[in-house]
């Protein structure tokens, strides 16, 4: 689906999350959403607070999954996923903090395997998720599942594509400071969600679009896997899509 305006598109897919936790609240039911960070998500979630804050909308009975987070990454860094997902949602709605599950960056080598094993079992206890938000990278990554990753991978460890620690060392100040590594849930993980709507936006996101839309499914670009989920949406802004 393509807009002209991010913004527009954006209220609309908070709009459907919106819609989901209210049908699950009415039935008695929790709500799984698998999260996503970057610029790509900021305005729906800045269009759920609203709906928290104007019409009430309660988030006491959701359960939220991040897709990922750096390794090695301290929580209270103002560069971890968790403390994004903090200042950007959960501080400003009435999520209970044993809701929400992020990625730990502190987990040793050691204990990682088992680490992103629990975080699995999570999800699955949870009854799988609900509704599963991305973004998409350069490197056609969705998470952090970059160029190489199987469709029917599982939530691990990986080492970051040398394009994705580019596209971040502006917010890290320089390259050297972006980690080398990340926890990320798998591509398996995200396509074994009931509904996914990934968010395009911008010039720069043209290219690996129409690749991940309109190219061969291929590990060597991940988020083309999408193309053989059930109930997948792009969101995508006139840009993002001029290239289709
Ligand atoms: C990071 C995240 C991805 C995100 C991507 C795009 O690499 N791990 O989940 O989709 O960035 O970010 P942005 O939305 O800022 O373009």
């Given at each position: 689906v393509v807009f002209k305006k991010s913004s527009k598109a954006s209220y609309l897919v908070a709009k459907e999350i919106a819609d989901l936790i209210r049908s699950k609240n009415s039935k008695g039911e929790k709500c799984v959403l698998g999260l996503a960070t970057g610029s790509s998500p900021i305005r729906v979630y800045e269009e759920l607070i609203k709906m928290h804050k104007e019409?009430?909308?309660?988030?006491?009975n959701v359960i939220t999954f991040n897709l990922d987070e750096y390794l090695p990454m301290n929580p209270s860094s103002i560069h971890s996923y968790h403390y994004f997902m903090h200042e950007n949602l959960f501080n400003h709605i009435d999520i209970p903090e044993a809701q929400i599950h992020i990625p730990d960056g502190t987990i040793s080598q050691e204990e990682v395997n088992d680490y992103c094993a629990a975080y699995e079992e999570k999800i699955a206890a949870c009854g799988g998720l609900d509704f599963q938000l991305l973004g998409i990278g350069r490197?056609?990554?969705?998470?952090?599942?970059?160029?190489?990753?199987?469709?029917?991978s599982a939530t691990r460890s990986i080492t970051l594509d040398q394009l994705t620690r580019e596209d971040a060392a502006s917010s890290f100040l320089g390259i050297e400071n972006v980690p080398k590594k990340a926890i990320t849930m798998g591509v398996g993980t995200v396509t074994n969600a009931k509904r996914i709507v990934l968010l395009g936006w911008g010039h720069k996101k043209a290219e690996i679009i129409k690749q991940t839309i309109e190219g061969e499914e291929t590990a060597q670009i991940p988020?083309?896997?999408?193309?053989?989920?059930p109930n997948t949406t792009f969101v995508l802004d006139t840009e993002a899509a001029s290239m289709l």
């Open positions: 019409e009430g909308l309660s988030f006491k490197t056609g990554h969705i998470g952090f599942n970059e160029p190489g990753s199987h469709y029917n988020a083309t896997y999408l193309q053989d989920h």
